[in-house]
């Protein structure tokens, strides 16, 4: 058997499960959770080189980018607080994730989403109006409680809702909507800048409540998935009658009868706290991905493209406007690449986009990175040539990481856990990715003054270790039925020698007690 490769049978699939328009609708509304993530992505790198935003809150920050000639270009924007104002909302995010989570599990994914659209327009109102500092902060905060809450129940329920067969394409969307997102923001930013008066910055911190609102009021309309149905009712005709309409076809006796069985796992397994539930063996694969796969994705250096595109190109010698309009440039490259994922991911599989993005985010990084050592000193700029072919070449990495950690990013830890952890696995996943997307957000400017150029060696070296993970550990989940996604991992070269382990702990375990053996190969 080839490394990380697992079978996946065809045999493995329900009747029916087409693309029914409820299905687009509904998918498209809670898409709305990535908008919002995305919009804010965007929007802080932006503000964040504009000079009216940095002379009113970080005066510091502006009188060492206008004035000191002295000071490093890779470090004129180092700045605790400046870094606070962006990493903020991800401590929030993180602790809001862990009471996303109870409030999913117990009373379904529309709450969740609902909970999160409200914070995020209330943190637009306060961005937008912010007079000091700690009003600023505290509207980080709370756009930060709606990421939480909308990253933690969002990809579940597109994961929930999808038919099997389009569920790569359905939930990659999520990060498809992120794109979108943050291509707006950009664009606002562009138009922004050039409003007179120094205000720009108000509008588009203001503007996130547009999105926020789609996804709010939207989400009251939103149904409830079939598997949270059945979760949380113990009458099944509610769940039969939404799988009906979701799958478009009546035949759903064998669909339904996988979800019920997984709620009664579920049920027997509710008792015990749900963190100690997932540290079984039998779930160590989908825990370690949990932990591993957000964590790749923060390290892949997206965000230093992400949160600072418009400082980094400042660094490089661009102009303020010519910065905006280059991560203008750069987010269509994201979208487009994402929407490429959308397509892709259900027929080339999840681990092909893997290892493809993965060599082109390696590559492109390296040149960055040479170029900008061979040719960007401590002080002065590159030429225009190198400043493009910089340009050109971030182009080319966001395009590898809009294909691959991008969507896949998020859509794998959508689909590996079993009904019973589901909600805690997600959660963890969103705190995992929150935790280090705050390391990154708060870390980076102070990591390129002191790395310089070598932080796209830095990035570039996590990209090749990641790469290595994927084809060795992860096998390939496309078309694969959710809740019968255990069947990847018993195939699996690494991880069905620990799920076995388990097996025949357990088969000792009933030995000793004389209690029956369990026949653990249903």
């Known amino acids: 058997m080839a490394v990380g490769f697992a079978s996946t049978s065809e045999a493995i699939s329900y009747k029916g499960g087409k693309i029914t328009p409820f299905v687009i609708l509904s998918c498209m509304m809670a898409a709305m959770g990535g908008v919002i993530f995305g919009y804010d992505i965007g929007i ?8 009216p935003f940095l002379r009113k809150f970080f005066p510091k920050v502006h009188r060492k980018m206008k004035d000191d000639n002295h000071i490093s270009n890779y470090c004129k924007f180092d700045s605790p607080l400046l870094t606070s104002f962006t990493s903020s909302l991800y401590i929030a995010g993180l602790l809001a994730s862990f009471f996303a989570s109870s409030i999913t599990r117990a009373f379904g994914r529309k709450p969740s989403i609902i909970i999160g659209g409200a914070a995020f327009l ?10 000091n500092i700690y009003m600023l902060i505290l509207g980080r905060v709370l756009l930060g409680i709606g990421v939480g809450f909308a990253n933690q129940a969002v990809p579940l329920y597109l994961s929930e809702m999808a038919p099997p067969k389009y569920r790569g394409a359905i939930n990659n969307g999520f990060q498809f909507s992120i794109g979108l997102g943050a291509l707006s923001a950009n664009l606002i930013n562009f138009g922004t800048e050039k409003i007179k008066g120094g205000w720009g910055w108000r509008v ?3 503007m996130a409540a547009i999105p926020a609102f789609i996804l709010t009021l939207g989400a009251l309309l ?7 149905l059945i979760q949380r009712y113990d009458t099944h005709h509610k769940a039969k009658a939404m799988l009906q309409r979701v799958r478009g076809t009546a035949e759903v006796e064998a669909e339904l009868d996988d979800l019920i069985a997984a709620s009664i796992l579920s049920k027997i397994t509710q008792h015990q706290r749900p963190f100690k539930c997932i540290l079984k063996k039998k779930y160590r694969p989908q825990l370690v991905m949990a932990i591993a796969i957000p964590f790749f994705q923060q390290v ?33 490259i994201g979208t487009g690449s994402t929407f490429v994922s959308m397509l892709l991911a259900d027929k080339l599989g999840r681990r092909t986009l893997f290892m493809i993005g993965g060599v082109q985010m390696l590559i492109s990084q390296v040149m960055i990175g040479g170029i900008m050592a061979a040719k960007l000193g401590d002080y002065g700029s590159v030429s225009e040539v190198y400043a493009y072919m910089v340009l050109v070449l971030i182009g080319v990495y966001v395009a590898g990481f809009g294909w691959s950690w991008g969507p896949l990013g998020w859509l794998v830890p959508s689909e590996i856990f079993p009904l019973e952890i589901r909600s805690i696995g997600q959660s963890i996943t969103v705190a995992v990715s929150f935790v280090f997307t705050f390391i990154i957000a708060q870390t980076f400017l102070s990591m390129l003054c002191h790395f310089k150029a070598g932080i796209f060696f830095f990035f570039g070296g996590w990209v090749l270790i990641m790469t290595g993970f994927v084809y060795l550990f992860l096998p390939e989940t496309k078309s694969v039925e959710i809740e019968k996604m255990d069947q990847v991992w018993r195939q699996h070269w690494f991880w069905k020698n620990i799920i076995e382990e388990e097996r025949l702990d357990c088969m000792e375990d009933n030995k000793n007690d004389g209690t029956k053996v369990e026949n653990f190969s249903q």
Request: hydrophobic content about 50%; aromatic content about 8%; charged content about 5%.
């Open 44 to 51: 802080s790198g932006g503000v964040t080189s504009m000079e």
């Open 300 to 332: 892949t250096g997206i965000n230093v493209i992400a949160f600072y595109a418009p400082l980094l190109f400042r660094t490089i010698g661009l102009g303020e406007s010519a910065s905006l309009m280059s991560a203008v440039v750069t987010g269509f």
């Open 222 to 228: 939103l149904p409830e998935t079939p598997n949270s």
């Open 122 to 131: 209330a943190g637009s109102a306060f961005g937008g109006a912010a007079v």
């Open 204 to 206: 588009s911190l203001a």
